[in-house]
């Protein structure tokens, strides 16, 4: 994988050139960098276009202005912190504090040697193809893809910092018949994630694809969106897409401050089960830590739900200003944060009691295409794939491809138990981070219908 990265000793020069240059009041530059690369069983893969972004902000008279561009030379960075400074004529008054990071913050994490693997960064995209080629059975679909990324922040205040990560992903699906297993796994290193393993994963949870058993037929008892609850469970991969939309529509800053989010009515009253516990940890290295934000904050572990309690959303210092509460970092550039490192705690519960819970029930395997249809009742819809009954205390006939439509307030309100084992996977809302979550076993889920036929087939 080509670098494509600024020599970070010229970038730093060019970033203190703009620096000295500024004439607003407080002044932070922000640099980000990401090569990407794919590989696919069989299907060879590639490399994508690197990303570059610069994100100027910049406070003068107390008024907050950014601007992004793909700003390089110290000309390019000095103009655009000129157009921040038109932009912020536009916004009201702050109060009069600093508002960005302050040299000498510590971060919790000691990142030189935990978060860039070289042996990433030097993947070919045809050798790892032939890897998994050879990992994969017939009709299997394995896709690997890695990235090394660069984040850059310097400000007024003399705050200097600098973080290059690797990560790696696999997601293996055993095929798009009905009852076809999924599994995903990521890790900042190759050594850290057991390709064999997730290959294994979604074998043990997949239906025989000939069982015959995927038509709607099968599903005459399947309760429809006013119909009969049953018992789910959902996979640690169906738990972390629930969890990415959890970030975005219900612990975003701006989500919270426009009040879309369930917690600008919710926030700590009890509305999840006791058993469900949010953290966020940017120091926790097995899910892809990183130690500070797009600000240059430092990330702190935070408790996010304690015993189905939430207690605070994402916010900036400027976004802690406008709400009257304590800031919590996590920037993601511009104008809104969002949790990075998300843990859902695990529990006690091995496979056998996880089935055993949901007797009778279903099993979901995957979700895809989640969307938030009410923000303030965590209303969603999700393709679920991967669909089995579960009879006996075990996985039993395959399903066709369903949409289901529920409340996660009571979704995650009727936990019946939570598995031990977690999985780790780099989300949409998190760009420099993960989602770590284990299996949960739900005493009811609502809204279960047949997918149509436009909609998916498998």
Not at 50 to 60: D, G, K, N, T
Not at 293 to 322: C, M, N, W
Request: hydrophobic share 45%.
């Amino acid at each position: 994988m080509s670098t494509a990265f600024c020599d970070l000793e010229d970038l730093r020069r060019r970033l203190e050139q703009a620096l000295a240059a500024s004439p607003a009041d407080e002044t932070e530059l922000v640099c980000f960098e990401r090569c990407r690369a794919t590989a696919r069983g069989g299907s060879g893969g590639g490399l994508e276009a690197p990303l570059r972004s610069v994100l100027v902000r910049v406070v003068e008279g107390r008024r907050l202005g950014w601007y992004r561009s793909d700003a390089s030379s110290a000309g390019e960075l000095e103009n655009a912190v000129r157009l921040a400074l038109s932009l912020a004529k536009l916004e009201p008054r702050l109060k009069p504090k600093a508002l960005f990071p302050q040299r000498g913050e510590k971060t919790f994490l000691d990142h030189r040697a935990k978060l860039h693997d070289p042996a990433v960064e030097h993947l070919d995209p045809a050798a790892a193809s032939q890897h998994l080629e050879a990992l994969s059975l017939v009709g299997e679909d394995a896709t690997l893809r890695w990235s090394r990324s660069r984040l850059v922040i310097a400000n007024s205040h003399g705050l200097w910092r600098s973080a290059s990560a690797t990560e790696v992903s696999l997601a293996v699906a055993t095929g798009r018949h009905a009852g076809a297993g999924h599994a995903a796994a990521a890790s900042r290193s190759l050594a850290g994630l057991d390709l064999l393993a997730v290959f294994e994963r979604a074998r043990r949870v997949a239906a025989d694809a000939t069982a015959g058993c995927a038509t709607r037929a099968a599903a005459d008892n399947l309760p429809g969106p006013r119909g009969q609850a049953v018992p789910a469970l959902l996979a640690p991969e169906a738990t972390i897409a629930l969890l990415d939309v959890i970030n975005l529509h219900a612990f975003s800053g701006r989500a919270f401050l426009d009040g879309s989010s369930v917690l600008s009515r919710h926030c700590n009253v009890q509305v999840f089960d006791r058993r469900f516990h949010l953290r966020d940890d940017g120091s926790a290295v097995e899910g892809l830590a990183f130690p500070f934000d797009f600000e240059g904050g430092a990330k702190r572990p935070l408790e996010l739900i304690v015993a189905g309690t939430p207690s605070t959303p994402a916010l900036s210092r400027h976004q802690a200003q406008l709400a009257g509460l304590a800031a919590t970092g996590r920037s993601v550039g511009g104008s809104d944060t969002l949790f990075g490192n998300l843990f859902v705690l695990p529990g006690e519960a091995d496979e056998d009691a996880l089935l055993a819970a949901a007797d009778g029930g279903v099993f979901l395997g995957w979700l895809e295409k989640p969307v938030c249809l009410d923000p303030l009742h965590l209303r969603i819809r999700a393709i679920a794939r991967g669909v089995r009954r579960i009879e006996n205390g075990a996985l039993g006939a395959p399903l066709p491809t369903l949409v289901w439509e529920d409340s996660l307030l009571r979704v995650l309100a009727r936990l019946e138990a939570v598995g031990r084992r977690c999985v780790v996977r780099a989300m949409a809302t998190t760009p420099l981070g993960a989602i770590s979550a284990p299996a949960l076993a739900l005493t009811a889920i609502e809204g279960l219908q047949v997918a149509r036929d436009g909609v998916a087939s498998g």
